[in-house]
């Protein structure tokens, strides 16, 4: 009599070496490095070329207020496949990264700084999706993909670590020109890297096309992938304070550049998260995950509301950040669970899309709070919201889980 063998689980190291994946991560994570050096590099490059932090923070603005077409590039990307739209896309926005080199040293006007940004922000190939387009197309197993997800979110934590840095150094060494050109040449050849790499999905088939095409709505047909977005959305928002709140009391604790090192903790909690939750073996379902990760970042978001102390507060905020890779890997797991294949790289560009403006609204919302009451009640209400998030989801779990089994 035979025993029913157990699925085998893959490894970090077993996922890294699957078929087109070294070349299409390494790719990816070349070019998604210029995506974190840009804001520094952009900042400090026009505010030396303008002598003013306005026009820096506009063409900053303008950057990331034209980074909201993502979704439209990421469509095109589904229904052509990513050789013929990432690459034409990386081509353009080299030619504008070139052109700003160019600005910072000829004496452009503030116009032509900020509509630079913007082009940068309309032409950006989206690589995170894509990458998790491949990831999900080579792991149909789903402990497997959640491994993958874990590594990919990672990495992107490591590189939003790593770029600023690296950004700061090449400035202060040789002016914004040079980290310009270099995040030019690391975007073109990662793009070019992954959406010619066997790896990369290209485009669907004639039948999807078809059904893409008689719904322009996309993944938003989907109850359970609108409830994600706003539950991403909402996240966004509660965590959006985090910054302005750490700068806050860094500035009353008298000490701040402790708030660059009570930021890193967050993050760094946040990759450690990442690499622990892609290890365990998931038996509940998706929202229950999701339900419990949203009540701890609920509750050290409150704890952390009412801590004055550094050292305590950079504990609280890498308890935090275990809690938050985590989710966001959940809801990527779910996605994927909830759309077809043909929408997988526009709807993590949504999920994507969603947490950004949330960030930039609780960001904004925390400056206001402040300026009335204090940084705490500008955490307790992003932990309110949280809650609010977490009732929504209970009370709809089975929209999140529909067609999800758990992990057995």
């Known amino acids: 009599m035979t025993q029913q063998e157990a699925p085998v689980t893959l490894t970090y190291g077993a996922i890294l070496r699957l078929p087109g994946v070294p070349r299409a991560f390494a790719a990816a994570i070349a070019g998604r490095l210029s995506y974190a050096m840009l804001p ?61 080199a160019l600005a910072f040293s000829t004496g452009a006007t503030a116009f032509v700084h900020i509509a630079l940004g913007a082009m940068i922000g309309i032409c950006a190939p989206p690589l995170g999706p894509a990458m998790r387009a491949v990831w999900a197309a080579l792991t149909p197993d789903l402990d497997a993909r959640q491994r993958a997800y874990s590594l990919d979110t990672v990495a992107e934590e490591a590189l939003y670590a790593v770029g600023p840095v690296i950004a700061g150094t090449l400035t202060s060494v040789a002016g914004a020109e040079v980290p ?96 622990l939750w892609g290890r365990i073996r998931h038996r509940q379902r998706l929202s229950t995950q999701l339900g419990g990760l949203l009540a701890v970042i609920a509750c050290t978001t409150a704890v952390t509301g009412f801590v004055s102390d550094l050292l305590p507060l950079g504990l609280c905020l890498a308890l935090m950040g275990i809690a938050i890779a985590p989710a966001l890997i959940v809801v990527y797991i779910a996605v994927d669970d909830t759309i077809p294949p043909a929408n997988r790289t526009e709807a993590t560009t949504w999920v994507n899309t969603a947490n950004n403006v949330g960030v930039a609204m609780g960001a904004a919302a925390a400056g206001l709070v402040i300026e009335v009451a204090s940084p705490g009640a500008a955490l307790l209400a992003g932990a309110g919201l949280v809650v609010a998030l977490l009732v929504a989801l209970l009370a709809r779990k089975r929209v999140v889980d529909k067609g999800t089994a758990p992990s057995e």
């Open 180 to 275: 310009t050109l270099a995040m030019g040449v690391l975007l073109l050849a990662g793009t070019i890297g992954l959406a010619t790499s066997p790896a990369a999905p290209q485009a669907v088939t004639v039948k999807e096309q078809g059904s893409r095409h008689k719904n322009l709505l996309g993944p938003f047909t989907s109850g359970g992938f609108i409830l994600l977005v706003l539950i991403v959305l909402g996240l966004g928002a509660g965590l959006g304070p985090i910054d302005v709140v750490v700068v806050a009391k860094a500035n009353d604790a008298g000490n701040p550049v402790a708030a660059g090192v009570l930021l890193a903790a967050m993050a760094v909690g946040s990759g450690l998260g990442g690499l």
């Open 40 to 100: 520094l590099v952009l900042l400090f490059g026009v505010e030396d070329a303008t002598g003013s932090f306005a026009v820096a923070g506009s063409a900053l603005g303008a950057y990331s207020l034209a980074s909201l077409v993502a979704p439209v590039k990421s469509r095109f990307v589904d229904t052509s496949g990513q050789r013929k739209v990432l690459i034409p896309l990386a081509l353009a926005c080299t030619l504008v990264l070139c052109l700003f």
